[in-house]
């Protein structure tokens, strides 16, 4: 247990370096030497762990959907209703961007990462599991008809799609205030869904 726990500990620190390498520069500029460095850590330390900076690249970004996925789970297992459950979704993820910057321009800048051959089934299996309790959260909505039978990317897309790209934007330095995107984005989404499960409601009937 003693040497899990040391292990883990390791790999903790070389995430935390290779984060603040990413904060340096773009994710496709940082080699695994200059994580080791940044770590202060031997190199067979490295590579017990990480065969290459792929996996470091994809273990972080595993990590950093750890974290924000527990953000959002806690937040919108709280919603009740269609409209709260979109609403708080959004707002959630803004408060998880704006608290963790760091983490999510690395989080953004990491998606031709997260797509490349070999990782992006494996990750995307994870998020699913990670997301299981929101999925569930929501199923019932979906079944009464609240909420439009989408799948989960369907529900990426149309809810965060917009949010996604103001942040982004946001954590380039594009000049996007903050307050308007925690009042407009929120609502945008809900508008956005409301139509959508509008119009499955007329197609029905």
Same mark, same amino acid.
């Given at each position: /247990?003693?040497? #899990?726990?040391?292990?883990?500990?390791?790999? &903790?620190?070389?995430?935390?370096?290779? @984060?603040?390498?990413?904060?340096?520069?773009?994710?496709?500029?940082?080699?695994?030497?200059?994580?080791?460095?940044? +770590?202060?850590?031997?190199?067979?330390?490295?590579?017990?762990?990480? $065969?290459? /900076?792929?996996?470091?690249?994809?273990?972080? @970004?595993?990590?950093?959907? $750890?974290?924000?996925?527990?953000?959002?789970?806690?937040?919108?297992? *709280?919603? #009740?209703?269609?409209?709260?459950?979109?609403?708080?979704?959004?707002?959630?993820?803004?408060?998880?961007?704006?608290?963790?910057?760091?983490?999510?321009?690395? /989080?953004?800048?990491?998606? +031709?990462?997260? *797509?490349?051959?070999?990782?992006?089934?494996? @990750?995307?299996?994870?998020? !699913?599991?990670?997301? !299981?309790?929101?999925?569930?959260?929501?199923? %019932?909505?979906?079944?009464?008809?609240?909420? %439009?039978?989408?799948?989960? @990317? *369907?529900?990426?897309?149309?809810?965060?799609? %917009?949010?996604? $790209?103001?942040?982004? =934007?946001?954590? !380039?330095?594009? %000049?996007? &205030?903050?307050?308007? /995107?925690?009042?407009?984005?929120?609502?945008?989404?809900? #508008?956005?869904?409301?139509?959508?499960? =509008?119009?499955?409601?007329?197609?029905?009937?």
């Amino acid at each position: /247990m003693a040497r #899990r726990r040391d292990g883990l500990l390791r790999r &903790d620190a070389l995430l935390d370096a290779a @984060l603040v390498c990413f904060s340096r520069a773009n994710v496709l500029e940082i080699g695994i030497e200059q994580v080791r460095r940044e +770590a202060g850590a031997s190199p067979s330390s490295v590579y017990n762990l990480f $065969e290459s /900076m792929q996996q470091i690249t994809l273990a972080l @970004l595993e990590r950093t959907f $750890e974290r924000l996925f527990a953000h959002l789970v806690a937040r919108v297992r *709280q919603a #009740r209703g269609a409209k709260a459950v979109v609403t708080t979704l959004v707002a959630a993820h803004l408060e998880w961007v704006l608290a963790h910057r760091v983490e999510a321009r690395f /989080m953004y800048q990491a998606t +031709a990462v997260e *797509q490349s051959p070999g990782a992006s089934e494996a @990750l995307g299996l994870r998020k !699913a599991e990670m997301l !299981a309790p929101l999925t569930a959260h929501v199923a %019932p909505l979906v079944a009464s008809g609240a909420l %439009p039978d989408w799948s989960t @990317l *369907q529900f990426d897309v149309v809810v965060l799609g %917009p949010t996604h $790209e103001a942040c982004r =934007r946001f954590l !380039a330095g594009a %000049p996007l &205030d903050v307050a308007w /995107m925690e009042v407009e984005l929120p609502e945008l989404a809900w #508008r956005a869904v409301d139509s959508a499960r =509008r119009r499955d409601k007329a197609a029905r009937d």
